[in-house]
């Protein structure tokens, strides 16, 4: 299994540092919005950055990179990967979906899948049993609609939902806890979501983060996976005071509900 460090940035911002499986000393990092705390993570635990991996062009997630291309020990280039369709510091490489970032000396390779709707351009890397997902999928929550349509985000989550229930899930927030808020007053019976609640809330008690998810637990749990879930579908018509016939319409009416819930 891939390992994975995470580095806390911001107040709810999650770093991801991959490691390489033939040397766990060489990581990537995933959407460094700060270089500060993933310098020190590099410093103190003797690791040498050997790529960086970009999802989308908020600041949160490459506020960074140019401190951290200008910060490194070695001589080596770090190639830098990112979206095709948007602008992101350190000139790199552009990735579509059907593309790979490969790291052939590092053994590891991730696919793009292209995921708009917080951003136009927004994607996400897949690869070695994990996702990478951004702000596209939380858990048990999504990103907010900055760029996008609710077609293209429910469309985005679908193909997300769609991998195998084992993959991990790293997204770059610890939204958890009030997404289980929210998607417990859209399906109050969850089960799944109540003792997924009850599980989150101790691991935050104890300051612990709730990421890693996997597909499974957000199949289980996420009203934004659940559109054809008939409790989520006649909770989201009793929001919208009209029938929502396909769930793309289900999608955007629990969207626009969790915009407006405290
Ligand atoms: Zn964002
Ligand atoms: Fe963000």
Known sequence: ???????????????????????????????????????RMLAERHLTLAGILITHHHSDHVGGVAELLRNRDSSAAIPVYGPANETIPGDPTRLREGDHARFAEL???FAVLDVPGHTAGHIAYVGHGAVFCGDTLFSA????????????MHSSLSKLAALPAETLVYCAHEYTLSNLKFGLAVAPGNQAAASYFEKCQQLRARDQATIP???????????????????????????????????????????????GFR
Request: charged share 30%; net charge negative.
């Open 141 to 152: 929550g999504c990103g907010r609609l900055f760029e996008g349509t609710a077609e293209q």
């Open 213 to 259: 998810s996997d597909i499974r637990q957000e199949r289980n749990v996420n009203p934004f996976l659940r559109c054809d879930d008939e409790t989520v579908k006649q909770a989201a018509e009793a929001y919208a005071g009209r029938r929502l016939p396909s769930q793309p319409e289900v999608f955007a009416a629990i969207r626009q509900w969790k915009d």
């Open 1 to 39: 299994m891939l390992q994975v460090t995470p580095v806390r940035a911001f107040t709810d911002n999650y770093i991801w540092l991959i490691h390489s499986p033939r040397d766990a000393s060489r990581v990537l990092v995933v959407d460094p919005g700060d270089a500060k705390p993933v310098g």
């Open 107 to 109: 053994g590891l390779e």
